[in-house]
């Protein structure tokens, strides 16, 4: 069974910083494209940043400037450093990866993680 683990969410300060986690486990053959979005309560789900195997990765135009995400191949982990974080970056915090499996190695599924606490206040 694979799965996706966020952790670094935790109670921070406007204007501070906070590193995310995903780690990604289990019977792994290859992971493509890693994602992080994020759901306020009372919000629609919304998409944050990816980043493919390689290249620049892309963001929201809310995070643009203050997030950074990277990724570990040899690890099968992706990060999200934020910066600068404002009140309405409270949020949870979910990883997605496109995933190969042993279980079928013709198949790309969508993985997502349970998700991980983000709140930004003084």
């Known amino acids: 069974q694979v799965q996706l683990v966020e952790s670094g969410g935790g109670l921070v300060q406007p204007g501070g910083s906070l590193r995310l986690s995903c780690a990604a486990s289990g019977n792994i053959v290859s992971i493509n494209t890693m994602g992080w979005y994020r759901q306020a309560p009372g919000k629609q789900r919304e998409w944050v940043a990816v980043?493919?195997?390689?290249?620049?990765?892309n963001y929201a135009d809310a995070v643009k400037g203050r997030f950074t995400v990277s990724r570990d191949n040899a690890k099968n982990t992706m990060y999200l450093q934020m910066s600068s974080l404002k009140p309405e970056d409270t949020a949870v915090y979910y990883c997605n990866a496109d995933i190969v499996t042993t279980d079928d190695t013709e198949y790309e599924y969508d993985y997502w993680g349970q998700g991980t606490q983000v709140t930004v206040s003084s």
């Open positions: 980043t493919g195997t390689s290249g620049s990765p």
